[in-house]
């Protein structure tokens, strides 16, 4: 018979590729019963069996099996040594912002996320930390914002929703070369398309409410560390702070989304691709922003550390009126915010992602009134078309 494993043993599945570990997570099995699908455990708290003698956990806050489940798979499928689950995308990075002290300089995306844009800007930089938003595509302008306090920089790659691409490696030496970590936002590609911690990055962060999930139906944040269990502790300080843990429940509804993520990523990924060939074509589309296209400015960058450009779209239409159109006449696509679900869903960043974005740094990024972005869900790809064609054209 096989022997299970107990739940300090894990990760006993390394021969194995990277699209079996999804399903197989880290225990996989419940260890006491052989449940197949980890089990919602659902405990607030933990009895002892006499003093100085623990199962391993104590309170949830601290540590909770279906969450200890998580993070492990997490930490597994990016890289790490250790994985944190968080109450939201945010909270994973409100705790990686936390590891600045005051008079520390971060280095940002200019286009970043607005919630990310909001953390730094209105509440970290209240606190005495310095920042600074910088185009990561273009290596020479993150060395000029270089600040002699600079001690971390903060990557989205592809960025959200220009689809600049940083070369992470790069990116991750000029850190390195100043004592700063790097820090790579990695919920448009996930683990699956782009390993930032095997291209030098020191943490991944994730909204784990987009692909990781993948269905729309929890909001919740990961963080990894790579090496450092300085960092790593840190972050366990944090979340035992602050409370910001992921729930068992939504634990459980991220591993369950996990264990389709290779086959929904091939999907968004084939799907984007040829809606991304349409609205090329379009005669009212003016621009289409799609890191698979050859002629993408970073596409040589893409090539060399995605295997993947996943479900990822923006397009800029000819009028404000042409964009009101197709927001307002889609049918089975939806007028939502978010991304990464099952879901083909088209968001208005002016108004919805990057409503806290400064407006004159939105003009000059061209996040503008006819600015749309797309994220391809994995319904049948004609259907997706035929909607925005109807929308659009109709
Ligand atoms: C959605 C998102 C976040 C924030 O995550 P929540 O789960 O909504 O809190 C952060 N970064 C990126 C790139 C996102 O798309």
Redesign the pocket.
């Known amino acids: 018979m096989k022997n299970f494993s107990n739940y300090t043993d894990y990760d006993t599945k390394e021969q194995l590729r990277f699209e079996s570990r999804t399903v197989h997570g880290a225990l996989g099995t419940e260890p006491l019963t052989g449940a197949v699908s980890m089990p919602i455990f659902q405990s607030a708290t933990f009895r002892h069996p006499e003093l100085g003698v623990t199962t391993g956990f104590a309170y949830s806050r601290l540590a909770n099996p279906t969450r200890q489940e998580l993070e492990r798979t997490m930490a597994i499928l990016e890289g790490g040594i250790q994985g944190f689950a968080f109450s939201?995308?945010?909270?994973?990075?409100m705790a990686v912002f936390s590891l600045l002290k005051p008079g520390e300089h971060v280095l940002l995306s200019d286009d970043i996320?607005g919630?990310?844009f909001r953390i730094i800007d209105e509440v970290y930089g209240t606190y005495g930390i310095e920042h600074t938003f910088v185009d990561m595509s273009d290596l020479d302008a993150v060395r000029a914002e270089i600040r002699p306090n600079t001690k971390m920089l903060f990557v989205?790659t592809p960025t959200?929703p220009l689809m600049k691409v940083a070369d992470i490696r790069a990116v991750a030496d000029i850190a390195k070369e100043i004592g700063a970590l790097t820090v790579v936002?990695n919920?448009?590609l996930t683990p699956y398309y782009q390993r930032p911690l095997e291209l030098g990055a020191d943490i991944v962060?994730h909204?784990?409410?987009?692909y990781l999930g993948g269905h729309n139906d929890t909001?919740?944040?990961i963080v990894v560390v790579k090496e450092d269990e300085e960092i790593a502790a840190a972050i366990l300080r944090h979340i035992k702070s602050h409370g910001s843990q992921l729930a068992p429940m939504d634990c459980w509804l991220v591993l369950r989304g996990l264990k389709t993520l290779a086959v929904r990523m091939d999907r968004h990924n084939e799907n984007a691709k040829k809606v991304a060939e349409w609205l090329r074509r379009q005669e009212k589309v003016e621009r289409v922003y799609y890191v698979g296209f050859p002629d993408h400015k970073d596409y040589e960058v893409t090539l060399r550390q995605t295997s993947g450009f996943g479900g990822m779209i923006s397009f800029a239409v000819d009028s404000v009126d042409t964009a009101k159109k197709i927001l307002r006449d889609v049918d089975m696509i939806m007028f939502a915010e978010?991304?990464g679900g099952t879901e083909t869903l088209i968001t208005y960043p002016t108004t919805q992602?990057h409503e806290d974005t400064p407006k004159d740094v939105k003009e000059k990024l061209g996040i503008t009134e006819s600015f749309l972005r797309m994220s391809v869900g994995i319904e049948h790809v004609e259907d997706i078309i035929a909607d925005l064609d109807r929308a659009m054209n109709g």
């Open positions: 939201s995308g945010q909270a994973a990075n996320y919630g990310t989205e959200n936002d919920t448009f962060t909204s784990s409410t987009k909001i919740s944040g978010s991304l992602t």
